[in-house]
């Protein structure tokens, strides 16, 4: 594959799923508000959270477009 078209991917999949995880989290939150099980939904947005965290620093989205 193209060096890239991989680091476009690896950056987009990391930006989408950052707010994914966040808005998991929101949905944590409201369930343990409410008296429900919360625990597993809190888990998942964190692990959605840092994944996608780790993919865009992998990435290099901080550092800008792959030069070559």
């Known amino acids: 594959m193209n ?7 690896k950056a987009q999949i990391g930006v989408l799923m950052f707010p ?4 998991l989290f929101g949905e944590a939150i409201t369930q343990r508000i409410n008296g429900h099980p919360w625990f597993w939904w809190g888990t998942i947005s964190l692990i959605v959270i840092n994944a996608g965290i780790g993919l865009m ?12």
Request: charged share 20%.
């Open 3 to 9: 060096k890239k078209l991989v680091w476009y991917i």
């Open 20 to 23: 994914l995880g966040l808005c």
């Open 57 to 68: 620093i992998e990435s290099g989205l901080i550092s800008g477009f792959p030069k070559d």
